[in-house]
């Protein structure tokens, strides 16, 4: 008897804890450009400057937040090879208001993406895969309620790939439901 109420007891407070988390799920959409820094026998087939556009769903609460992300770049042409970079992958964040109106917010993200390389050349077409770490930090400005803009910037430090690194530079729109 004890036991079952101790367990109760616990899923109590835990069902009362859950409840005091207000999550807030919401969309956007990213543009961004990417510098990418790989060894010299890829770099000569790749584009190291490449525009991209990236989808976002992810959830907050005041002050954390999760959100995924699916990007794919613009074909990026350079010589005779053309470049394309495609990418998904999570980060966990953390939001601080700046000020009294509660309309700025300075925004850190840390997570993890996997990423696929694909350059065409007249001769032949390669392809790589590897997963980043990545770390980044920007601005975010509420619109209204519902609406926000974001500037952000992330280095990702690559993993079994030819490239060796990406800094990556967005700029988008939340829309929080």
């Avoid at 993200?109 to 990545?134: P, V």
Wanted: with cysteine; net charge negative; charged share 20%.
């Amino acid at each position: 008897m004890k036991k079952i109420l101790l367990l109760a007891g616990l899923a109590g407070m835990v069902a009362a804890n859950a409840e005091a988390v207000d999550m807030t799920p919401y969309v956007g959409m990213d543009a961004g450009y990417a510098m990418v820094d790989g060894n010299t026998d890829t770099n000569g087939d790749l584009s190291t400057k490449n525009w991209s556009l990236a989808a976002v769903l992810g959830a907050r609460t005041d002050h954390y937040g999760i959100e995924a992300f699916y990007m794919n770049s613009l074909r990026q042409h350079k010589a005779d090879a053309a470049t394309r970079i495609s990418g998904y992958g999570v980060d966990a964040l953390a939001f601080q208001q700046l000020g009294c109106s509660g309309r700025w917010e300075l925004v850190g993200a840390a997570g993890i993406g996997e990423y696929k390389i694909k350059a065409n050349s007249a001769e032949d077409g390669e392809s790589d895969t590897g997963y980043g770490y990545r770390l980044g930090g920007g601005l975010q400005y509420a619109l209204s309620e519902n609406t926000s803009i974001r500037a952000m910037y992330h280095h990702v430090w690559m993993v079994k790939s030819d490239i060796d690194s990406m800094d990556e530079f967005t700029i988008g729109f939340r829309y929080a439901f």
